[in-house]
């Protein structure tokens, strides 16, 4: 992000990004799955840690939270749940 002259580091999130899992790129989910949960997922990568949002496809023939992270090669620390966990 261009801020006084500058970058200044910032997040693809911050930016607006979100990312639609179950449909092809650039194809349309009539039925994500938008929640709180869902807004700061966590993803660990070789270059650092990132916050994402994340819609899940809710759509009728959608598959499992864990098969929409599999197909895009993110591997979830859970398979039961995948969301962000509050830590206190």
Known sequence: HWVDGHFKDTSLKT???RIQLGHR???RC???ISTVFYNDFVILDVNGV???AVDFCGCETAQSLTTQL???RWFPATSVNPRKIGWE
């Open 15 to 17: 930016l607006g990004l």
């Open 70 to 72: 599999l197909h895009i």
């Open 50 to 52: 990132h916050s994402v």
């Open 25 to 27: 790129v650039g194809e």
């Open 30 to 32: 009539y039925n994500p």
